[in-house]
């Protein structure tokens, strides 16, 4: 099965001018702990999660209102295709120890793929269940 049968394709971004408290907001609005970092081009830049607004922002005490996005972002983040094999996915995920992964075509944002996606398909259950379960063991021991 393809990254595409189960991502999902309407996806929130935010710029990397915006600034943490708009993407904070957006957060909330779509219920999501992540959001991509897009250019005017629909490139992806980089991930902003609602970790990285807390532990880069709000905890050395900067303004949200006024700090970009762009200044707090996780950059260099794990992608995958579309076309790639979910087992694929799930493999990226637990080595990177993320939850979700931008889906990117010709260098532009298509999709989202979360481990939530994987778990909803039963031809994936095993490898949605060894993600989650590498992923929770390392936040559990980030020292390993």
Not at 14 to 34: E, F, K, N, R, Y
Not at 46 to 71: F, S
Not at 93 to 120: C, F, T, Y
């Amino acid at each position: 099965m393809q990254v595409k049968e189960l991502m999902c394709q309407s996806v929130a971004w935010v710029d990397p001018q915006d600034t943490a408290q708009g993407a904070a907001q957006l957060l909330a609005q779509h219920d999501v702990g992540s959001l991509p970092v897009c250019g005017e081009d629909g490139g992806l830049r980089g991930v902003i999660t609602d970790r990285d607004i807390v532990l880069r922002c709000v905890a050395v005490q900067e303004d949200p209102a006024k700090t970009p996005v762009h200044k707090i972002m996780t950059r260099n983040c794990a992608v995958v295709s579309p076309t790639a094999d979910v087992r694929e996915a799930a493999q990226i995920m637990a080595s990177r120890q993320v939850r979700r992964l931008p889906v990117v075509e010709q260098d532009k944002v298509v999709g989202i793929l979360s481990l939530g996606d994987l778990s909803l398909s039963h031809a994936c259950d095993m490898e949605a269940s060894a993600a989650l379960s590498d992923i929770s063991a390392e936040s559990r021991h980030p020292e390993m």
